[in-house]
């Protein structure tokens, strides 16, 4: 070979090198990159409940651990298919999260001729932050200081007592109809938007009764503006010891909603990973775990041993499963 060509050969594989190089740092930079800009994390229910009031603790820890911008945006509506749709079709760069509630992702699909989209397909679960127990509430005057008494009342004047909710197809809504299924009985279900709207009716005396989650009521029952007769897990809750479970009353009652963390599927692997990493870090910090025990939250996994996204894949499973048996049992159904 001439002199000349070496010298050919050797400047082509010097540019490639180099073009290889920059390619290289230029990926290396895109990767670091994330978060370049606010987060979104959509959370499909009013401002008030459970999965808001969890959501702002967990954005605000997760933004200092990221050292970025982490901002809630409510978009109630539909039971959570609304902005849980939004989250679905939302840009894949790791820029806008979902933060949601089972009721929304394991039981709006069985429960909606069709929820708008596919809990499992459309999602990637990254954190379960844990599990709420549901407390029925009445209002102070209602005559029934107990489970018991609640349902002699109700068989007495079947179909005349009401009992308000989140909305057609919410976990508060399916709760009350598990109840009228196990123990036969004929509450009436009055749908809202949102919980705080059927809080305050409760409050006020316009309806007698509704399923509320822990963190949504605990201030009022601590007040004494709300009496609570019962949570809806399988046992007491450490915050309400004295409350007994609905299961003591009526066997085998069992309804508790869990909130977590999801993606949009289709993320890059890179951020994806980052995500779960903060997110980890996040659900250590005393200070969250401290806060949202003290809500009612009981906290999934350990501080040092989170839930991984694949087990809280494995549950959802399991939950979509589950719930689509209860919806079928009880008739209940949103078009």
Known sequence: MRKSAYKHWGRRAFTAMLLTALATGASAWAQS???????????????????????????????EVL????????????????????????????????????????????????????????????????????????HPSFPAKSVPELLALAKS?????????????????????????????????????????????????????LFASLPSSLAHIKAGKLRALAVSGATRSPVLPDVPALTETVAGYNGTLWIGLFAPAGMPQDVFNKLSDAMNKTLAAKDLRDKL??????LAGTADKPVTPAQFGALLNEDIAKWARIVKTSGASVD
């Open 157 to 209: 004047k079947p179909g005349f007592y009401q009992y308000a909710s989140a909305g057609n197809g919410t976990l508060n809504h399916l709760l009350g109809e598990m109840l009228n299924t196990m123990a036969g009985v004929s509450l009436q279900h009055v749908p809202y938007k949102g919980v705080a709207p059927a809080l305050n009716d409760v409050l006020g005396g316009q309806l007698p009764m």
């Open 67 to 138: 050292g970025a911008s982490v901002v809630v945006e409510n978009r109630p509506g539909a039971g959570g298919n609304i902005g849980t749709q939004l989250a679905a079709k939302a840009n894949k760069d790791g820029h806008t999260l979902l933060m949601t509630i089972s009721s929304s992702q394991a039981i709006n699909p069985a429960l909606y001729k069709n929820a708008g989209f596919d809990p499992v397909k459309d999602f990637n679960p990254v954190s379960l932050i844990g599990a709420v127990p549901n407390v029925l509430l009445v």
């Open 33 to 63: 990159a994330w978060p370049s800009r606010p987060i979104v994390m959509i959370v499909p229910q009013a401002a008030g409940g459970t999965n808001d009031i969890v959501g702002r603790v967990v954005s605000q820890k997760l933004g």
């Open 293 to 298: 025990e003290q809500q009612g939250v009981e």
